[in-house]
């Protein structure tokens, strides 16, 4: 049934695909506070919807936009290589082997990177001259890396276990 919004009617659907797309509600704060307040945003995001690419997108933007980072993304396991998938930011290395560069070596070791200072990385796959610091996540199902989460910035030793903590709950919040 169509819905009178201004001077416009518009159809339900339209309204359903609008009403979903809130804004975000960006906050200032510490970390804590910042992710605190994300979590469950993301999770209303994430809600109802089972679309893998259309989730990892939400995702990536909903990070992007909270904390402002270079490039937040998602490399997928893809025939034996992490395959670019949906990301914020500038353009991004395609294709990654099995321990290579920072997001190869996470895969390979099925555990968090956090990086200070990329450049003194060994291998590091500079895919941005303007990326710093580096945290890399696995998304592990069934025992098995299936994807990873990539976030950059142009800030020297950005990241911590703090980051690692509240990523890792939002990873899990992604059904894969």
């Not at 945003?41 to 809600?47: D, F, I, K, T, Y």
């Not at 997108?57 to 909903?62: H, Q």
């Not at 142009?154 to 894969?176: C, N, P, V, W």
Request: proline share 5%; hydrophobic share 45%; with cysteine.
């Amino acid at each position: 049934m169509p819905r009178k919004t201004g001077a416009f009617f518009l159809p339900a659907t339209y309204l359903y695909f609008c009403i979903m797309s809130e804004d975000l509600q960006i906050i200032q704060g510490n970390k804590t506070e910042q992710y605190e307040s994300l979590l469950p945003q993301v999770l209303g995001l994430l809600e109802g919807e089972t679309d893998l690419i259309a989730n990892m997108a939400n995702v990536a933007g909903a990070l992007k936009e909270q904390f402002n980072w270079l490039w937040v993304g998602f490399y997928i396991v893809k025939e034996e290589e992490l395959v670019l998938g949906p990301f914020q930011g500038p353009v991004a290395c395609t294709r990654i082997r099995k321990g290579k560069g920072v997001c190869g070596t996470c895969w390979s070791q099925a555990s968090t990177l956090i990086v200070p200072d990329v450049a003194k990385f060994p291998g590091h796959i500079a895919c941005n001259s303007l990326s710093k610091s580096e945290i890399v996540l696995p998304m592990i199902r069934q025992d098995k890396v299936v994807a990873v989460l990539d976030v950059d910035s142009t800030e020297l030793a950005q990241f911590d276990e703090t980051d690692q903590y509240y990523l890792e709950k939002i990873l899990d919040l992604i059904r894969f």
